[in-house]
């Protein structure tokens, strides 16, 4: 069965870093994409980025340069997302996700409260 | 950049109506689109790829339809687990993969 387990929520201060992973079991992250989305309260879905795990090789929506790094760890089959210089802003859940003609496989969500 | 502007924001149905929900991309994305619902709480969920491919498990009720840059998807006889938001995404040529800004469909 594909799952995607994600890491517990986080309350961390502003100016801080965190690292959210997503450890998937069912299939090996080497034989696809692996995605990240945000979505703050109330609000709509923002795809953030995507790491090809077979070389490392990362691709980001503009508006995340700077904010964000995707990694991936194949021996663990899991992926990351970095965040940095966190503000309030950065309040939101994280989904990772599966390509596959569409994302047909999410992680549960991670909360991430930025707050002092 | 490729962008998704999706119709309308939100939705007022009752159970047994039928509902379309539209995206423009801003530019030709070649069928490359998906479709997503998410209820309140909970991770979206694949229903439609490829414009038109219905996901497992989704009902007959739900199809997408389009080509170009304009597509829908249509959900007939709504049925009360259908209520929730819906996405529409693009996954043409290189990234970013932008997702529509959301329909939210509530009962009337």
């Known amino acids: 069965e594909v799952q995607l387990q994600q890491s517990g929520a986080e309350l961390v201060k502003p100016g801080a870093s965190v690292k959210l992973s997503c450890t998937a079991s069912?299939?090996?992250?080497?034989?696809?994409?692996m995605h990240w989305v945000k979505q703050r309260p109330e609000q709509g879905l923002e795809w953030i980025g995507r790491?090809?795990?077979?070389?490392?090789?990362?691709k980001y929506d503009p508006k995340f340069q700077g904010k964000a790094t995707i990694t991936a760890d194949t021996s663990s089959n899991t992926a990351y997302l970095q965040l940095s210089s966190l503000t309030s802003e950065d309040t939101a859940v994280y989904y990772c996700?599966?390509?596959?003609?569409?994302?047909?496989?999410w992680g549960q969500g991670t909360t991430l409260t930025v707050s002092s | 950049d490729i962008q998704m502007t999706q119709s309308p924001a939100s939705l007022s149905a009752s159970v047994g109506e039928t509902v379309t929900i539209t995206c423009r991309a801003s530019?030709?994305?070649?069928?490359?689109l998906a479709w997503y619902q998410q209820k309140q709480g909970k991770s979206p969920q694949l229903l439609v790829y490829?414009?038109?491919t219905l996901a497992d498990g989704v009902p007959s009720r739900f199809s997408g339809s389009g080509s170009g840059t304009q597509y829908s998807l249509k959900i007939n006889s709504l049925q009360p687990e259908d209520f929730g938001s819906y996405y529409c995404q693009h996954f043409w040529s290189t990234p970013p993969f932008t997702f529509g800004s959301g329909t939210k469909l509530e009962i009337k």
């Open positions: 790491i090809d795990p077979a070389n490392g090789n990362t």
């Open positions: 996700a599966r390509y596959g003609y569409g994302f047909d496989y």
């Open positions: 530019g030709n994305i070649h069928n490359y």
């Open positions: 069912g299939f090996n992250i080497k034989d696809t994409y």
């Open positions: 490829n414009a038109k």
